[in-house]
């Protein structure tokens, strides 16, 4: 029988799902960063540099960014490193990779960047200090397998940094909703010729696990110590674990 999974509020077989996320973002690579803004009027900026700050990254420590997408956390941890430690920049999409490469050269920053599936990461275990994933789980397929994967290649004592879509503070839900909704696809629509796709990432958020249950999960992956930070009301939610 075919495993089945979400894509928004479809069901799809999980091995359809990979390819439909793919088609999502090669239609809105060209104006990610845009859209970003204008969703969320900037906030995702300053969401990313509070992942950063928590990250606690040291000069000279090895740092993987998952889903890094266009290298914003990438860009922003190279800084903390120095030119002493490594960041590496995966993505499974490439018009986004190629992006965020793009940007981190434009920077005069020489990191690595892999095209892989996060389920499957080329990379030897332990070999990480930190690894990050910001607005990139959401969209995969078998998330506990994308977490394990995760966990492996940090050190003992290394961290995870999940930043994600999570769930908003009740009193907020419907205002939520009709932004989510009624909003953002015209939004999609008007600036990146798309509202399907936005329409697909706002409910992409609404299957997504919320901060409990998304805990337990890095949990069961070997993390400990997991914290979880509600930015926004909880509208984004950071989760950080530390590998046994």
Not at 4 to 26: A, P, Y
Not at 114 to 129: I, M, T
Request: charged letters at 25%; hydrophobic letters at 45%.
């Amino acid at each position: 029988m075919d495993k089945r999974t979400h894509f928004g509020f479809q069901q799809v077989r999980e091995e359809e799902k990979s390819d439909r996320v793919r088609g999502v973002f090669d239609r809105v690579a060209d104006r990610y960063d845009l859209m970003n803004d204008l969703m969320s009027l900037g906030l995702h900026r300053a969401w990313k540099a509070f992942a950063v700050q928590v990250a606690r990254l040291h000069p000279g420590e090895r740092v993987l960014d998952v889903a890094g997408g266009s290298g914003d956390l990438a860009r922003a941890m190279a800084r903390r490193v120095g030119p002493g430690g490594e960041v590496w920049l995966t993505d499974i999409n490439h018009r986004m990779l190629s992006r965020g490469r793009d940007r981190l050269l434009d920077e005069g920053r020489l990191a690595p960047a892999v095209q892989c599936d996060a389920e499957k990461l080329p990379f030897p275990s332990g070999y990480f200090d930190c690894v990050s994933v910001a607005f990139g789980l959401r969209n995969m397929t078998r998330k506990e397998a994308a977490l394990g994967e995760m966990a492996r290649v940090l050190k003992p004592g290394g961290r995870l940094l999940v930043l994600e879509f999570s769930k908003v503070w009740a009193p907020l839900a419907k205002a939520y909703d009709w932004y989510s909704f009624e909003v953002i696809p015209r939004i999609g629509a008007r600036v990146a010729g798309d509202a399907e796709a936005y329409r697909y990432l706002a409910e992409s958020i609404r299957v997504h696990p919320d901060q409990a249950t998304l805990k337990a999960m890095m949990e069961q992956a070997g993390l400990a110590q997991v914290e979880v930070y509600n930015l926004a009301a909880g509208v984004v939610a950071l989760h950080r674990g530390v590998r046994f």
